[in-house]
């Protein structure tokens, strides 16, 4: 599985608005609401059900990143959103330092092989020191798509 498989390019933020997680966590959840990904209605749903699991559990891993994520039924497949931040945001990770870079994963109950292929892909991605930098320097959605397409299409970063 590659990155491009599950990331959606519509709901890339590369300046997210939001200083706090919640307010992150909504941002990215409405990107893929307006990319077409959750299904009319559901934006809501979802925002409660990540902030719920963020509440039980930090997803900030450390090293300037987070990867909020749960399963829902208002998903057929995987799908994700990728935030930055200049200033950072408290996600209270395992480091205690602000995140910068904040990867959203919303997967569908019915398939949770297809959710840990996701999660894996990602975390093997974002353990590369070289991979984080280049995201957290990422300005545009295009710069954030081609560092996607890049890390699918080699094995240098």
């Given at each position: ?96 330092q602000p995140v910068y870079s904040v990867i959203l994963l919303i ?16 975390f093997q991605h974002l353990q590369t020191e070289k991979f984080r ?15 996607i397409h890049e890390v699918d299409d080699s094995s240098t970063l």
């Amino acid at each position: 599985m590659k990155l491009a498989d599950f990331i959606c390019f519509k709901a890339l933020i590369p300046q997210l608005e939001s200083t706090n997680r919640d307010g992150v966590i909504s941002e990215l959840v409405n990107a893929l609401d307006a990319g077409g990904k959750l299904g009319k209605g559901n934006s809501g749903k979802i925002i409660k059900a990540v902030i719920k699991r963020e509440n039980e559990a930090s997803t900030g891993m450390g090293k300037s990143v987070a990867v909020p994520h749960v399963k829902s039924n208002v998903v057929s497949d995987v799908v994700a959103a990728i935030g930055m931040s200049e200033a950072g945001v408290d996600f209270s990770a395992l480091d205690k330092q602000p995140v910068y870079s904040v990867i959203l994963l919303i997967s569908p109950v019915s398939d949770p092989d297809k959710h840990l292929q996701a999660m894996e892909n990602l975390f093997q991605h974002l353990q590369t020191e070289k991979f984080r930098k280049f995201l957290r320097q990422a300005k545009t959605v295009e710069a954030i798509e081609d560092l996607i397409h890049e890390v699918d299409d080699s094995s240098t970063l």
